[in-house]
């Protein structure tokens, strides 16, 4: 009796045991992820659909464009501030905002091209755009403010918070392809972030100071 491909995938994943896979993100955390990508890419194609006069014109609809992309932009902290509510999320926060001797061993390991970089659960690169993008989505969020309740500054701000917020939203568009592009590249941290979990192996290769004990995937904590 042959086997086909099918069976042969099906049974290597009921041979998998549990201790392969280790919890790397809870559903809170993945929830905190996709809410704030997908408010971030709304933001961006509304916002390409205002200032690309071939999308405006195939699209129409400007008022209600500009609405979608007003409620979008004032939406965006609000999943993490819900995702503050979970431990998980608050930890994550913690360990993305802290740079350690490590993070600077794994830049300069970056500069000089070394394929292995010591990083805990999350690298440098990881925080440094973490903490561009918080800062990028409060800027952006209060330029647009200014921009949105005219009465509220002088023509001056208004005109400067204008120029702030389209540069910026140019640089958001940049760096989202670029992170788009790296998680294309890694379908293991694609996999961490749907189903929270990832390869055993990959963590202690591409994290090896993330603390990944054995046992149960549901046990694992940094």
Known sequence: ?????????????????????????????????????????????????????????????????????????????????????????????????????VDRQWLRAARARVPHRPAGKFNAGQKLYAQWTLGAMLTILGTGLLMWFTHLTPTAWRTGATFVHDWLAVAIAVVTAGHIRMALRDPEARRGMRTGLVDRRWAEREHPQWPVPGGDPAGVRE
């Open 1 to 101: 009796m042959t086997s086909t491909p099918g069976s042969a995938a099906r049974t290597d994943v009921t041979m998998r045991r549990p201790s392969d896979r280790v919890l790397r993100f809870t559903r809170a955390e993945r929830w905190v992820h996709r809410a704030t990508a997908g408010l971030m890419l709304v933001c961006l194609a509304t916002a390409a659909c205002l200032y690309l006069a071939p999308l405006a014109e195939l699209v129409g609809r400007r008022r209600l464009v500009v609405t979608v992309h007003v409620w979008c932009g004032s939406a965006l902290p609000v999943p993490l501030l819900l995702g503050l509510a979970f431990r998980a999320v608050r930890a994550d926060v913690s360990r993305l905002s802290r740079f350690h001797p």
